[in-house]
């Protein structure tokens, strides 16, 4: 799952990522929780940060209340600088701008760990 | 003493600081956008002089510092200029001046320097934080807008997409955002028209 207020970035990411994986996207956090309640939980999850509605750091902390969406491994994108990531315990934390294949490398690791 | 002025004069006072604003080029100040920054500062203004008065010494005012960094904030959420900033400020000390003469309330040399003090301080922290804002917004406009070239141009040249489509429109169009914002940030080399570049 993409969850990315970007357009630009939420189309390119969807369609980089579509050849291996089946992608859903979510242009806010709100949205994101919208479609966990609806959908099987992810095997990953890339959340940007500084979102409308509800931001990135909102999400997280509802994510780990959860019970079934704790374990969802969560790769942070984000353009912001100086956010303090290490109470959220997320998987993987990547400062725009990223490389592809940093974003892939992170998802296969991810995968791995919730699969294995 | 000036401090009694301020507080009997406050309404006139705003009023024509309000008047000043307007007068100005550029966006106009609405009702609300004066009243959030000139009242404060009137009242922080008063409360340095007070202590001035009774100290006879010019006391610092962390008050008046902190109002200005929310200020300078608030002015760049609404949309105002860092000029229209700085002149905002301007406004009260003629305001202030002006009203003074008009109903020859004297000002004295300590209170002067005092108002000035006050007003060097305000300008410098709301110019100070406005500028650190507008740079983390523009710096952070760069990062999402790099981010998405970086990752259509990788599509592309992988040949994941083709050269006609989507994707490609959308490099075109970050680049173009980045030339745009490129304009605004005087320290960032300019990038050329994607149009004629690629």
Known sequence: MVVEDNPDIREVLQLALSDRYSVTTACNGQEALDLLETHSPPDVMILDMMMPVLNGLEVLQRLRKHALWARIPVIVATASTGLRLEDFGTFGLLRKPFALDNLQRLIERAVEHRTG | ?198
């Not at chain 2, 009023?15 to 100005?24: D, P, V």
């Not at chain 2, 080029?25 to 609300?32: F, H, N, S, Y």
């Not at chain 2, 860092?82 to 002006?98: F, N, R, W």
């Not at chain 2, 994941?160 to 080399?189: F, H, P, Q, W």
């Open chain 2, 1 to 198: 003493m000036l401090h009694d002025f301020l507080e009997e004069h406050r309404q006139d006072l705003i009023a024509r600081t309000e008047a000043k604003a307007k007068a100005r080029p550029g966006r106009k100040a609405t009702q609300e956008d004066v009243r959030h920054g000139v009242p404060l500062f009137l009242t922080q203004l008063g409360a340095a002089l007070r202590a001035q008065a009774a100290t006879q010494t010019p006391v610092p005012n962390r008050d008046i510092s902190a109002g200005a960094v929310s200020h300078g904030q608030e002015m760049l959420r609404i949309g105002f200029t860092l000029s229209q900033v700085v002149h905002g400020y301007g406004d009260v000390c003629q305001a202030v001046t002006e009203l003074a003469g008009d109903l020859d309330v004297p000002i004295t040399v300590h209170e002067f320097h005092t108002l000035n003090r006050a007003l060097d301080d305000a300008i410098a922290d709301s110019v100070t934080e406005y500028a650190r804002q507008r740079d983390s917004s523009l710096g952070f406009q760069q990062r999402e807008l790099i981010c998405a070239a970086i990752l259509a141009w990788q599509m592309l040249t992988r040949g994941i997409v083709g050269t006609g489509g989507n994707t490609a429109a959308l490099l075109t169009r970050s680049l173009e955002s980045l030339r745009k914002l490129s304009t605004l940030t005087g320290d960032m080399a300019p990038i050329p028209d994607p149009g004629s570049a690629i």
